[in-house]
């Protein structure tokens, strides 16, 4: 069964300083999708980016982007010049291709990132 | 577009009562999902469904059941609520396509059972 680590529950950066996030994963499928989601205090989940495994290079979104590292099967999320609108909870999650599967989406169990002024 | 939009936002049951949770998408997705997420852990699959009149069990279904009559709306249904049932629940939704999609989340319904 599929699995996803991350082993930082909190983690604290001075505004406008870079952080990374990290997160690993056990899977034996080639291909699969591998998103980070950011919670805020209003615990809406929104999506802050996507990386689909069959593709290299890395996936960016303004100041988010990620480090796949597929071989080392590691996913980790960095934030660019940190804004105090960037502290939440950030889950990592994998999700399956294959439909016949329950478990098709696996969320980490979060980082708590704290920005400090 | 209002998105994935949940009702109520917070709701306290007693052992054995019963309520439904209301989940709606504007966005004409096919996809549905029910997720809990319990303290300090990640989101877990209740339900989902694929498309009006089709749904399916997650990774958590025991004690929940849902139904999927249209395309907007996916209501899950607690029959015996169980103090174990105390969580945050969020719906979520996503374009005909399947899994390679974008999931777009609601805004959480929190749940007491006491």
């Known amino acids: 069964a599929q699995t996803v680590t991350q082993s930082q529950p909190e983690m604290s950066v001075q505004e406008a300083e870079t952080v990374t996030l990290s997160c690993t994963y056990d899977t034996s499928e080639s291909d699969y999708y591998l998103f980070w989601y950011k919670q805020p205090p209003s615990r809406q989940m929104i999506l802050v980016i996507r990386?689909?495994?069959?593709?290299?290079q890395n996936a960016t979104e303004n100041r988010f982007s990620v480090n796949f590292q597929k071989a080392a099967k590691s996913f980790s999320l960095k934030i660019s010049d940190s804004q105090l609108g960037d502290a939440a909870m950030y889950f990592c999650a994998y999700r399956s291709l294959d439909m016949n599967r329950d478990d098709k989406i696996i969320f980490g169990k979060g980082t708590r990132l704290h920005i400090l002024p | 577009n209002a998105g994935v939009t949940q009702t109520p936002k917070f709701r306290i049951l007693k052992i054995g009562q019963s309520m439904t949770l209301q989940c709606t998408q504007d966005?004409?997705?096919?996809?549905m999902y029910w997720y809990r997420q319990d303290p300090g852990m990640g989101l877990k699959l209740i339900y989902y469904s694929v498309g009006a009149g089709i749904t399916d069990k997650g990774e958590v279904p025991n004690g929940y059941n849902v139904s999927r009559s249209t395309t907007e709306d996916f209501p899950l249904r607690l029959e015996l609520a169980a103090p174990s049932q105390t969580s945050v629940y969020f719906c979520?939704?996503?374009?005909?396509?399947?899994?390679?999609?974008?999931?777009?989340f609601g805004p959480g319904t929190r749940l007491l059972v006491l």
């Open positions: 990386q689909e495994a069959y593709k290299q």
């Open positions: 979520a939704s996503s374009y005909n396509g399947g899994w390679q999609e974008t999931q777009y």
């Open positions: 966005m004409n997705h096919n996809y």
